[in-house]
């Protein structure tokens, strides 16, 4: 009896980024769908229902905030992760209906322990 896998979806306009996201929590279990932008999320919502999305903040054209804004709309519980290269959101992340903030970098453990919490797997 394994448990299904978690399904986690990465938004975030870096190619290089989304590959190394899904390479890394593939290789935790994890089962990974990626979305280059915004618009690109919300079509893929309800075909792959994520158990989890990390958002990038900065992308071009619909950024992080208002992509959660829209998911938040129908996906209420839906834990989401912002994550961002910088550490200047940190103090406003309270404000948006996130459930995490992660500071990006290579070292993707704290990311994986966030979303290890974040699905009650720890």
């Known amino acids: 009896g394994e448990r299904p896998k978690k399904r986690i979806m990465i938004v975030d306009d870096e190619e290089n980024i989304r590959f190394l996201y899904k390479e890394e929590l593939e290789e935790e279990g994890f089962m990974v769908e990626l979305a280059k932008n915004g618009q690109e999320a919300l079509e893929k919502l309800s075909l792959f229902k994520p158990d989890l999305i990390t ?18 709309e129908t996906e209420r519980h839906l834990p989401i992760i912002m994550c961002s290269a910088y550490g200047e959101y940190k103090q406003d992340f309270t404000t948006w209906a996130s459930d995490a903030y992660v500071v990006k970098c290579a070292d993707l453990t704290e990311l994986k322990t966030t979303i290890r919490k974040l699905l009650g797997l720890l």
């Open 55 to 72: 958002l990038d903040i900065k992308m071009p054209g619909m950024d992080g905030i208002e992509t959660l804004k829209r998911i938040r």
